[in-house]
C-alpha cells in the first residue's frame, strides 16, 4: 500500500464515510456492460443526490406553479422555494446581498448575459479583454463576438508547461485600454486553479472589472466572493450535484443596477406601455420570461446537500484521492499527464503513447468506466500543449481509490488491446 493511499484512506475513516455518500446518489447502482458503473465524467456533470431528486420531483407533485405572478397559495409556495434558493445561493458565495444573484440556464448564459450587458455598454473600438490560454470555449467564444461588433481586441494570457498561468506576464497585458479580464478559476482541462485573488488585485489596481468562471471550482471548495473581490462569478448548478440547466451569475449590485437587460419578457419589466417599458428592479430585471423553478428548486437543495457534508470534509477526500490518481497513473509507462500545477482539483486529464484518446475513452467504456474524451470545449489549450486531446478523468465527493485502481487497470487492458 502506497504512503498516498494509506492516508487517504486514514481520512476516509477518520469523518467522511464514503459509503453513506455513495448511498446517496442512486445511479452509481447500476451497472454498465454488466460491470459496476465507475463514473469519472465530473468535470462535464456530476450525478445527482436522492435529496435533490426528491427537491424536484416534489416541486412537481406538491406545489407547482408559476412564481411572482400569483395570489393562490401553490403560486405562493413556489415563489417561497424560488426565493429561499436564491438565499442559499447567496449565502454559499456569500454575497452581499440576495439581489446580486440572477438565475440563469448555466455558467456559459452567464458570461454571455455579461458580454452583452455590461460589455456593449464599456467596450468600444480599440479597447482591450482579457483571459488565459486555458479558457473553456464559453469564456472565450462570447468575448470575441463582442470585440468583432465593436472594433475591440482579445488577448490572451500565457501559461507555462505545467498548465500555470504566467503572472508577470499578464500583470503586464494590463494597460489602458483593458475594459475587463474574464478568467477561469479552475480549468475544465488542466484542474488548475488560478490564483485569482491576486489577479483582482492586480486589476483592479488599474480600474479593471474582473469576471471569474467558476464553474468548475464551486464544487471543489469554498469561494467567497467579497473575500475575492471579483466583480462577477459564474457558475453552473449541474456541476455541484445539481440539475442541468440552471446556474448562477453574481455580480456587485452597483454594476448590475447600471447595466441594460439582456432580454425583455415578462417579470422582468416593471410596467409596458406601447411608448415606454420600465424595467423591473435586482435581480427580476435580468429574468426575463418564466424560469426554471424546478432547476432552482434543485439547485437549492443540491446546496444545502454540499453544506450537509461539509466543504472541508469534501476538499480534503479529493485532495487525498487527486493525490492518490495522480501517483497511480504517473506510474504508468507511456502515459503523461497534461496539467501538474502545484495548485490543482480533481482533474487528471492525459495522453498515452500511440493511442488516440477516443479509443481510451471506448475501450475504457467497455469495462464500465466513463471518462471524457477530446479537446473539453478548449481547443486552443490543445494547440498550446501540441496535442488533439485528452482523456479525461474527473473526481467528485462519491468518488473512491478503488475506482482509481479500476481506471489504472482499464488504462494497462487498453494497452495491451494496442500491444
Excluded at 80 to 98: G, I, P
Excluded at 180 to 203: C, D, F, K, Q, Y
Aim: with cysteine; glycine share 8%; net charge negative.
Amino acid at each position: 500500500m502506497s504512503t498516498t493511499l494509506t492516508a487517504f484512506r486514514t481520512s476516509t475513516s477518520s469523518g467522511f464515510d464514503i459509503e453513506r455518500v455513495r448511498a446517496d446518489f442512486p445511479i452509481l447502482e447500476q451497472r454498465v456492460h454488466d460491470l459496476p458503473l465507475v463514473y469519472l465524467d465530473n468535470a462535464a456533470t456530476t450525478q445527482k443526490p436522492r435529496a435533490v431528486i426528491d427537491a424536484i420531483s416534489n416541486y412537481y407533485l406538491s406545489y407547482n406553479a408559476n412564481i411572482h405572478r400569483g395570489v393562490h397559495q401553490l403560486s405562493q409556495s413556489a415563489t417561497d422555494a424560488y426565493e429561499a434558493a436564491r438565499k442559499s445561493v447567496q449565502t454559499f458565495l456569500n454575497a452581499e446581498d440576495a439581489k446580486e444573484i440572477i438565475f440563469v440556464r448555466g455558467a456559459t448564459e452567464a458570461i454571455n448575459l455579461v458580454a452583452q450587458s455590461y460589455g456593449r455598454q464599456h467596450v468600444n473600438s480599440g479597447d482591450e479583454i482579457i483571459v488565459t490560454a486555458m479558457e473553456h470555449h464559453s469564456n472565450i467564444v462570447p468575448w470575441q463576438m463582442l470585440c468583432e461588433e465593436k472594433g475591440a481586441h482579445l488577448r490572451v494570457a500565457p501559461i507555462n508547461d505545467a498548465g500555470e498561468l504566467l503572472l508577470d506576464e499578464f500583470e503586464a497585458m494590463l494597460n489602458a485600454k483593458t475594459k475587463l479580464v474574464a478568467v477561469v478559476h479552475t480549468s475544465n482541462v488542466l484542474g488548475t486553479v488560478n490564483p485569482v485573488r491576486r489577479i483582482v488585485e492586480m486589476a483592479h489596481t488599474k480600474g479593471i472589472p474582473v469576471l471569474l468562471d467558476g464553474a468548475q471550482a464551486v464544487p471543489h471548495g469554498g469561494v467567497d466572493v467579497r473575500a475575492l473581490d471579483c466583480d462577477f462569478y459564474a457558475f453552473s448548478g449541474h456541476k455541484i450535484y445539481g440539475p442541468t440547466g440552471i446556474g448562477i451569475l453574481y455580480g456587485k449590485r452597483a454594476l448590475l443596477e447600471a447595466m441594460p437587460p439582456y432580454q425583455g419578457g415578462g417579470d422582468m419589466i416593471r410596467s409596458v406601455t406601447f411608448e415606454k417599458t420600465i424595467y423591473n428592479q435586482l435581480p427580476y430585471k435580468f429574468e426575463a420570461g418564466t424560469p426554471d423553478i424546478a432547476g432552482v428548486v434543485g439547485l437549492g437543495a443540491a446546496i444545502e446537500y454540499v453544506n450537509g457534508i461539509g466543504l472541508s470534509d469534501i476538499v480534503a477526500h479529493e485532495e487525498d484521492l487527486l493525490a492518490y490518481g495522480t501517483e497511480a497513473l504517473g506510474a504508468i509507462p507511456g502515459l503523461t499527464l497534461i496539467g501538474t500545477a502545484k495548485e490543482k482539483v480533481s482533474v487528471l486529464s492525459f495522453v498515452l503513447e500511440g493511442i488516440h484518446p477516443h479509443d481510451i475513452g471506448t475501450i475504457l467504456d467497455r469495462q464500465g468506466i466513463a471518462i471524457r474524451t477530446g479537446h473539453h470545449c478548449a481547443q486552443p489549450l490543445m494547440q498550446r500543449f501540441g496535442i488533439p486531446a485528452t482523456a479525461r478523468a474527473s473526481l467528485a465527493v462519491y468518488n473512491t481509490a478503488q475506482e482509481i485502481d479500476a481506471l489504472v487497470a482499464g488504462i494497462h487492458k487498453v494497452k495491451e488491446v494496442f500491444a
